[in-house]
């Protein structure tokens, strides 16, 4: 069983920032490309970013340059550094990792008003 828990979610004006947070087991953490992805109302959930377990990281075009994710292997924790958001970034933000499977956490939501 795996279990994520996301945190950070909450209301920001548009041009401001949040940063998500993800705890995992540190078995899972240590060994595990881990991302985030997001859904918005009406539309598919769709892929932000992923880390993999070297550091490598990888972001949708729609993100670059806004935001960054990073880990801290000391507190087995996953970030999603968001900034200059705009109100399209609206979603529920997921916490994910694929071990055999993809698991998801229970999400955090991003509201950005106008």
């Known amino acids: 069983q795996v279990q994520l828990v996301e945190s950070g979610g909450g209301l920001v004006e548009a041009g401001g920032s949040l940063r998500l947070s993800c705890a995992a087991s540190r078995s899972i953490f240590i060994r595990y490309t881990m991302g985030w992805y997001r859904q918005a109302p009406g539309k598919q959930r769709e892929f932000v970013a992923t880390?993999?377990?070297?550091?490598?990281?990888n972001y949708a075009d729609s993100v670059k340059g806004r935001f960054n994710i990073s880990r801290d292997n000391a507190k087995d924790t996953m970030y999603l550094q968001m900034n200059s958001l705009k109100p399209e970034d609206k979603a529920v933000y997921y916490c994910?990792?694929?071990?055999?499977?993809?698991?998801w956490g229970q999400g955090t939501q991003v509201t950005v008003s106008s």
């Open positions: 994910s990792v694929t071990t055999y499977r993809q698991w």
């Open positions: 880390i993999s377990n070297d550091g490598s990281t």
